[in-house]
């Protein structure tokens, strides 16, 4: 019996060579619920051939930008009218609430989508200032087949932010999806095709990273690699990559500081505290899971942030009134258990939640508070990417910037305070790719995302990402009437 779901392969619906299937887990029950064939080497070399010929030859390599501005406007309407679908299909792969991908995350993914097409005729090459005879100029071309893994958190927001700049610049894209949440990007693919993209421009290949992901990122016929996922992983692809030499941008982990000072606002502090490590049930990349405290004002933050943790509502992700979902999977409910467990060894103390949703099956685990947390500690350094927070006291403005610098990544930060002074200060001086101010874990289509330090390289959204999806040529005109004779000959 073939598969729910196969290979999105040159606009074509194909089992693997292999006929190999996976299961997608539902996270809110832990049974597999639909079939997905599995693409090995062979599936990924068959979809990097049909993006270099959509690239090379048809009707997408000989499409003016403004058309494929307009095509990239009409695929946008198409996923508007299906928002309800996506996220329902994003949901129950991944266990996000219904709440967060109907009105969050499906929306923005869109957004990005519009906000790409609408530069595809303004990317613009520069007339070089030379000399009268001659005419310097250049040109911002597209790289060609662009390879994307992306991860299991918000599969389709991330692949958009991969496949709005490459398409729009005029590349093609292979895109790998995570093994654990197949089947919201061959959706999302399928909407794409229905709306008139041609064949081979957009191709999905689910798999393992093992077999799929690191086919895709040695391919000698890929030529950039966007990826988006744990820093283990970003290294294995930084040397896959080497083969050929071809550039990668690494959207990595993180291990966010959020601090609060003691002139913030108390209420926006925890509400916004909340969203900023909860959000995605703490599965998000910028998560301000190190949350830093002034000793002044612990107590009154605390006693506010402690009873509203208690009160978010666990529930089926499909629920419209459910704020937090499931554990993507078995691995991650046990990698938060096990994190939380060496808090505790560590001498720290759970004060709200640390335990799974006992009477639920699925990978639910409760949002988490870990208070009496050293720097040092294991809890406060390492990625858990769930619902747990780390939270450090701090004594003043250079004993919270020493702590919150202290980490191998440096991805988002933020802060709460209303002296305008200090926040410009700190946000000059905070070491992270994003600054968030009285906010966390906000993003907008026109502003880059990305890491410094380990958390990677390379910034997407934002006019800047078109940068990643393009060469510049430099082209040399001769004028001069007598032209280049060095030798005198
Ligand atoms: P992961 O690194 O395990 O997997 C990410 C992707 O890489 C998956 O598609 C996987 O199949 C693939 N992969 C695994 N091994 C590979 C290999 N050897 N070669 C090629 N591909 C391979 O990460 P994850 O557990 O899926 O996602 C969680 C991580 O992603 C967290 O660390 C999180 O911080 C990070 N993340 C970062 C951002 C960001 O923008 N910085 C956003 C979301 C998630």
Not at 89 to 101: A, F, Q
Not at 150 to 167: E, F, R, Y
Not at 458 to 476: F, I, N, Q, S
Request: hydrophobic share 40%; net charge negative.
């Amino acid at each position: 019996m073939g598969a729910d779901f196969q290979l999105f392969i040159g606009g074509k619906w194909e089992d693997s060579v292999s006929k190999e299937t996976m299961e997608s887990i539902n996270p809110a029950t832990g049974s597999g619920y639909v079939t997905v064939s599995k693409a090995n080497e062979q599936d990924v070399d068959k979809a990097v051939s049909a993006a270099r010929e959509a690239f090379e030859i048809g009707p997408w390599a000989d499409m003016a930008p403004g058309d494929r501005g307009r095509l990239l406007y009409k695929i946008a309407q198409k996923l508007w009218e299906n928002v309800d679908y996506l996220a329902e299909v994003e949901s129950r792969d991944n266990g996000l609430p219904i709440n967060e991908t109907k009105f969050i995350a499906i929306p923005a993914a869109i957004d990005v989508l519009e906000f790409y097409a609408g530069l595809a005729n303004k990317i613009q090459g520069e007339t070089l200032a030379s000399p009268n005879d001659r005419f310097n100029y250049t040109l911002k071309e597209p790289l060609g087949v662009i390879g994307a893994i992306v991860p299991w958190n918000h599969p389709i927001m991330i692949s958009m932010w991969k496949i709005a700049p490459a398409l729009t610049a005029g590349n093609t894209i292979v895109i790998k999806p995570p093994e654990q949440t197949p089947v919201s990007v061959l959706e999302l693919a399928r909407l794409f095709k229905e709306a008139g993209l041609p064949d081979g421009v957009l191709n999905v290949v689910p798999g393992d990273g093992t077999h799929a992901g690191a086919a895709l990122s040695s391919h000698s016929g890929v030529d950039k690699i966007a990826f988006t996922g744990s820093t283990n992983t970003g290294r294995l692809i930084m040397q896959a990559a080497s083969k050929n030499l071809k550039p990668v941008s690494l959207e990595l982990g993180g291990k966010s500081p959020n601090i609060v000072f003691e002139d913030a606002d108390i209420e926006q502090a925890v509400n916004g505290s909340m969203f900023g490590i909860y959000f995605g049930q703490g599965q998000v990349c910028a998560a301000g899971s190190r949350l830093f405290v002034q000793d002044s004002i612990y107590d009154k933050f605390m006693d506010e942030f402690r009873e509203k943790v208690q009160k978010i509502k666990i529930g089926d992700p499909l629920d419209g009134t459910t704020q937090m979902g499931p554990q993507v999977s078995q691995g991650q409910l046990e990698q938060v258990e096990s994190y939380v467990a060496s808090g505790i060894e560590q001498g720290a103390t759970v004060t709200v939640g640390g335990e799974r949703q006992k009477d639920r099956s699925g990978y639910y685990y409760t949002p988490t508070i870990v208070e009496n947390v050293s720097n040092n500690m294991k809890i406060a350094q390492e990625e858990i990417f769930g619902p747990v927070v780390s939270v450090i006291r701090f004594t003043d403005e250079a004993d919270a910037l020493k702590k919150a610098n202290n980490t191998i990544y440096g991805l988002a930060s933020g802060m709460w305070t209303n002296d305008v002074k200090r926040a410009h200060r700190m946000a000059k001086k905070l070491q992270a790719g994003t600054v968030y101010v009285n906010t966390f874990s906000m993003l907008d289509s026109a502003a880059p995302f990305g890491g410094t330090k380990q958390s990677g390289f390379g910034r997407e959204l934002g006019t800047e990402a078109l940068d990643m999806y393009t060469e510049t040529k430099h082209v040399w005109v001769d004028l001069s009437e007598d032209g280049l004779n060095w030798y005198g000959l």
